[in-house]
């Protein structure tokens, strides 16, 4: 099946900071992929569609300025989460694919 | 927009067989998935459906979809204890997909 990596698989840093999150298609090309976030025990949550090569589209109540998205090619989209605070601190998981979407085995971000 | 819900706990012993219900709000939406996560894992495609139809059956799995109620359900048979993990249902609508809660299942020995 199709494959979707993320990197880091988990990141710890200070408040304040930025921290950039990639979500790769190792064996498909993906004109959009898709973040989320998941709390704990929690659901997940759709943050932003990312479309290569045009700006991505943020979900009601996602600040566009403080989580960067970027799709730069087929196989990778980054987010950046800008100036890092410690409600920042979730689990971000991001997915591309076309009628089955494909899962990255997501990232632990913690923000101190 | 949609609105898709789960029962949040299921609590089966190992061999038995356990069945988690979904319902969602759009009738619109042309697949239903079934995905599994295990703790501190990305999410695993287990099985999809598509719209019209009614069942779909992949070894120990058996996805029932009543469009009518807006009611899609999960049996696994001979439930494992490596089944043990959170299973979430979402729905498609406008190119997104929309998740249930989650419904975590224990299987004890």
């Known amino acids: 099946g199709a494959v979707v990596s993320q990197h880091p698989s988990w990141v710890i840093c200070k408040s304040g900071t930025s921290v950039k999150i990639e979500c790769r298609s190792l064996d498909f090309q993906a004109t959009t992929m898709f973040w989320y976030r998941q709390f704990p025990k929690k659901s997940l949550m759709l943050m932003a569609t990312?479309?290569?090569?045009?700006?991505?589209?943020?979900e009601q109540g996602v600040e566009k300025d403080k989580f960067l998205i970027n799709h730069a090619s087929l196989t990778l989209s980054t987010l950046t989460v800008t100036s890092a605070h410690p409600e920042d601190s979730s689990f971000y998981i991001c997915?591309?694919?076309?009628?089955?979407?494909?899962f990255g085995p997501g990232t632990r971000l913690t923000v101190l | 927009g949609e609105d898709v819900e789960q029962s949040l706990f299921l609590s089966v012993r190992e061999g038995d067989s356990s069945v988690i219900n979904c319902t969602y709000t759009d009738s619109s939406s042309t697949y239903l998935y079934w995905y599994k996560q295990e703790p501190g894992a990305g999410l695993q495609l287990l099985t999809y459906i598509f719209s019209n139809m009614d069942m779909k059956q992949d070894q120990r799995l058996t996805v029932l979809l009543n469009k009518k109620d807006k009611h899609l359900s999960l049996r696994i048979a001979d439930t494992q204890t490596g089944d043990s993990a959170i299973y979430f249902c979402?729905?498609?609508?406008?190119?997104?997909?929309?998740f249930g809660q989650g419904t975590e299942l224990s299987v004890k020995p």
């Open positions: 990312s479309n290569e090569g045009s700006k991505a589209t943020y």
């Open positions: 979402a729905a498609s609508g406008g190119g997104k997909l929309i």
């Open positions: 997915s591309a694919g076309n009628n089955e979407q494909f």
